[in-house]
């Protein structure tokens, strides 16, 4: 072995030494701490979602202690006016929220998606219907809107979630329906057009592959919106039906025993750390399609 080549092994396992564990250890630009942190909570939330009724510590609508008893070990976030364990029935909320949140994005989603891909690609009249209608339902409040149609469909977080669905899908709408036109005249969809492609193959195979990128991070974002939202409705009785644990029921009766404060700090920490997780995660999926952050 000469020397250069002892020299050259050398330098090889000095790069292996000092970048390799790097190289192993380094992470997508997107994948950063809040995301990674939201990512985790969010993991949380749902799996508890799925399994808390195996674990809780106390059943959820069972009295279990004295009423109104603040934190302890027994009970970490206190019991509420009924002597029911605050914990539990924080942990068993998000069996609403959660699938609620989930179910109100996806419905949104096909309802505004479709809509805003037919008037995109069509244009004309097409477009102009359907968009004074979209406008039309854009012009309410979200909440007030959402109100009158949970206080129409009558109380219950089923009526809620159709509610929620239907104030939410005018943005997807909009958004789809402004990136349809900017696609549809992009090179490689006017040359499949001039080969023949039909509609349906124009619309599905060449246009929303790429139209649906910004869909898909605003509906990440927008999935705390819609736990917030079920929280405002339950919170003035038109959501959950007590005694079910829901979220927004539980910080309304906090609300109305002040100096009680663990009965809505429980609450409140789930939605926030949710809504947060949402925001951090969205971030991350952004910059993860965006091609301006690959190297």
């Given at each position: 072995?000469?020397?250069?080549?002892?020299m050259?092994?050398?330098?090889?396992?000095?790069?292996?030494?000092?970048?390799?564990?790097?190289?192993?250890l380094?992470?997508?630009?997107?994948a950063?701490?809040?995301?990674?942190?939201g990512?985790?909570?969010?993991?949380?939330?749902?799996?508890?979602?799925?399994?808390?009724?195996?674990?809780?510590p106390h059943d959820?609508?069972?009295?279990?202690?004295?009423?109104?008893?603040?934190?302890?070990l027994?009970?970490?976030?206190?019991?509420?006016?009924?002597?029911?364990?605050?914990?539990?029935?924080?942990?068993?909320?998000?069996?609403?929220?959660?699938?609620?949140?989930?179910?109100?994005?996806?419905?949104?989603?096909?309802?505004?998606g479709?809509?805003?891909?037919?008037?995109?690609?069509?244009?004309?009249?097409?477009?102009?219907?359907?968009?004074?209608?979209?406008?039309?339902?854009?012009?309410?409040?979200?909440?007030?809107?959402?109100?009158?149609?949970?206080?129409?469909?009558?109380?219950?977080?089923?009526?809620?979630?159709?509610a929620?669905t239907?104030?939410?899908?005018?943005?997807?709408?909009r958004?789809?329906?402004?990136?349809?036109?900017?696609?549809?005249?992009?090179?490689?969809?006017?040359?499949?057009?001039?080969?023949?492609?039909?509609?349906?193959?124009?619309?599905?195979?060449?246009?929303?592959?790429?139209?649906?990128t910004p869909?898909?991070?605003?509906s990440?974002?927008?999935?705390?919106?819609?736990?917030l939202?079920?929280?405002?409705?339950?919170?003035?009785?038109?959501?959950?039906?007590?005694?079910y644990?829901?979220?927004?029921?539980?910080i309304?009766e906090g609300?109305?025993?002040?100096?009680?404060?663990?009965?809505?700090?429980?609450?409140g920490i789930?939605?926030?750390?949710v809504?947060?997780?949402?925001?951090?995660?969205?971030?991350?999926?952004?910059?993860?399609?965006?091609?301006?952050?690959?190297?």
């Amino acid at each position: 072995m000469t020397a250069s080549d002892s020299m050259a092994d050398a330098q090889s396992l000095d790069v292996i030494a000092t970048g390799g564990v790097q190289a192993i250890l380094r992470r997508p630009k997107w994948a950063t701490l809040p995301v990674l942190l939201g990512g985790s909570v969010l993991l949380f939330w749902i799996i508890t979602a799925l399994t808390v009724q195996w674990w809780a510590p106390h059943d959820p609508i069972a009295i279990v202690d004295t009423r109104l008893l603040g934190p302890s070990l027994d009970h970490p976030l206190g019991t509420d006016a009924l002597g029911r364990d605050v914990l539990s029935r924080t942990l068993h909320g998000a069996t609403a929220s959660m699938p609620v949140a989930a179910g109100v994005i996806v419905s949104a989603l096909l309802i505004g998606g479709t809509i805003g891909a037919v008037a995109g690609f069509f244009g004309g009249w097409t477009d102009a219907v359907l968009m004074r209608f979209t406008d039309m339902m854009m012009a309410f409040p979200p909440i007030l809107l959402a109100m009158v149609i949970a206080a129409t469909l009558g109380v219950g977080i089923r009526n809620a979630a159709i509610a929620m669905t239907l104030v939410w899908w005018p943005g997807y709408a909009r958004l789809l329906r402004g990136q349809f036109l900017a696609v549809k005249n992009y090179d490689h969809v006017i040359a499949a057009e001039s080969l023949g492609a039909g509609r349906t193959r124009l619309m599905l195979r060449h246009i929303l592959p790429i139209a649906f990128t910004p869909l898909l991070v605003l509906s990440t974002m927008d999935f705390g919106g819609v736990v917030l939202l079920a929280a405002s409705l339950s919170f003035i009785g038109l959501g959950a039906v007590p005694p079910y644990p829901e979220w927004g029921s539980m910080i309304s009766e906090g609300s109305r025993r002040f100096y009680d404060w663990w009965i809505a700090m429980g609450p409140g920490i789930a939605i926030l750390t949710v809504v947060l997780a949402a925001n951090f995660i969205g971030d991350g999926v952004r910059d993860l399609l965006d091609p301006r952050t690959k190297s």
